[in-house]
Structures are given as C-alpha cells and as structure tokens.
C-alpha cells in the first residue's frame, strides 16, 4: 500500500481544478497574555502579531495549489478592505482567482484571538464572524455559471466546497452538475452536511457528525459507518463514491454498488489542531482519483494528509515531500 500511495504523490501535480464556494479571510491576531481584566473575567492581551490565511472554500485551493496542481477559485468577495486582505492571500497561495464583487455583502470573516502562554502553540481565547447566510440572487448565479461554462473546457475536476454562506444554491449546484457533465469534468463535494443538493456527483464527503446530523441517527461502529455511507451513496444517486471522515478513526468510504471499506488513519501524536482537516481531504482524494488512483487509496492517502494538518494550528496545507515523509514514517491505523 505504501509504494501505491507514494506513486499517487508523484502524480498529484499538473491538475487543473474549479473551486466554487464560500471563501473566507482566517485572521489571526495574537497577544502575550499580561494578566486578567478588572473589568471582566477574561485575559488581556498585549498584541504580538496578526496573519491572514485564505480559508473556507479557499482552502482546498490553497492545498491543491501547494501540491503542485491549478487551483482557479470563484467566490464572493464585498466592496470592504477585508476583500483585499483575501485577494492577496489568494495570490500569496498560488491560487488562480475569480472574485465576483458583491456590494451591500461584506467579505466572509474569522477572526479568532490567540493567547500566547508559553506553550508550543497559542491557545484560541474568541472568534468573531463577519458574514451574509442570504442566498445569492439571480444575476450573482448567472455570473458564477458564465465563469463554469469557461474554465470546464480544460478544467479536470469541479470541486464545490459548501461552508452554508448562501453561495452554493440548489439551483448553481445543479446548473454546475450539469455543465461538468456535459463537459466529462469530475464532481467532487464537501457538502458538510447539505447533501441532497449534491446528486448525481462523483465524490461526496461528509464528517461523522454532519452525517449523524443529517441521517437522524446515531453511529457508533463500523458497520454503523458503513451502513450509513452505503445509503448515502444509494440515495444521493452517486456515480463513485461517499466518504463519511472519522478523524482518528479514518473514514468510512461507500462505492456504487459494493460493500462500504474501512480507511484507518495512521496513527498520528501531538495533536493541535483539526481545522483545515476535512478541506485537505477533499483536495487530495479529488487531486488522487485525477491521477488515476482508486478511490480507497485516494481516501487513505487522504488521511495521511489529514494527519500532517492536525499537527498545526489553522489552516495548513502539506506539501508532497511531507506526503512522502509522512507515508513513510507513520503506521497505519
């Protein structure tokens, strides 16, 4: 297995990618804890640093983008300096963007509070969002449409990336469905539990919670798992497969018409952090199956990836000599 997965690194690069959803600015402002406030019970900090990372939709790009392949992004942006805080991390990742100005909408914002307090990493104290949840109107989704009919021409893969900021309607999703097909292009989804709007794709995937949420049920077992994404993949009328993530448990992968497969996780220490997880593992099984990988190795290789994230505070994305690194060095689960 560990000389397939390498091959499959070898070949991640020279893709060419659709990302379309919600994009996000992740801002970090860092401070020195000092001591506690007389006036609340909360800590004061005194400001060390502040970093911007392109997140949301935007991560996946940035991760296709770092593994060597074309990452071209269209989301939402608002007239506001947020929006071009977010074009140059954009630019800084390597992504090829394709921004569409929506006034009277502010740019999507995380902003989160770190606490630096000696140790490794500094600890998130708050997080405030700036954002709209209101659907995009007509002329928005013609614009997004006009830009899908251009770039399925040479595009490989759409990968449509769903945070629930209103941009990825039922109606874009099933024009876009659509124009990928007419095209050959592969459909690959992090739907985050907005599955029904994802028929008809190639590759869904959701965490364990999401899918909890959205099946009404509990999972506790692998075969919990492997039922559940075995409905998942029949009810959504998927043409590949369904992918349920687990975490440190792997993730549970469903193929048209066969049995669900267990893909465990290599066994990863000094875990800090799981943002960023699941938009990496969207981006490497889309960036494997392109580059002729089955889907079982694409999920596990997925799961390496995934595992280097984890190691890192906020969005991170892995380079293929990490891949390598971590192939080699870490057992399976």
Known sequence: MREQLRAVVEKLGGHRVVVIGDIILDEYITGNTARLSREAPVPVLEFESRRHIA??????????ATLGSTAIQIGLIGDDSAAQFLQQTLVDAGIQTELILCKGRPTTVKMRLMAQMGLRFPQQVA??????????????????ITLLQR????????????????????????QGCDIAKQHDVFLAADAQGALDKYRGFDLVKCNAEEAQL?????LETHQDFAD????????????????????????????????????????????YDTVGAGDTAIAVMTLAILSGANYSTAVMLA???????????????????????????????
């Open 228 to 271: 559940a994404a075995e409905y998942l993949c029949e009810k959504l009328d998927l043409r590949g497969g369904m992918v349920i993530t687990r975490g440190a448990q792997g993730a549970t992968l469903a193929l048209c018409g066969q049995q669900a497969l267990h893909c465990p996780a290599p066994k990863v220490s000094d875990v």
């Open 151 to 174: 770039h399925a021409q040479q595009a490989g893969a759409f990968l449509f990336s769903d945070y629930h900021g209103g941009m990825l309607t039922p109606a874009l999703v099933k």
């Open 127 to 144: 997080r405030l969002d700036t954002l709209s949840r209101k659907p995009i109107d007509e002329g928005t989704q013609r614009r997004i």
């Open 55 to 64: 997140g949301g939709a935007a991560n996946p790009a940035a991760n296709i």
């Open 303 to 333: 799961n390496y990836a995934s595992g280097i994230v984890v190691q890192h505070v906020g969005n991170y994305t892995p380079t293929a000599t990490e891949l390598l690194q971590a192939i080699a060095h870490y057992s399976g689960g």
């Open 214 to 218: 959205y099946l009404q049920q509990t």
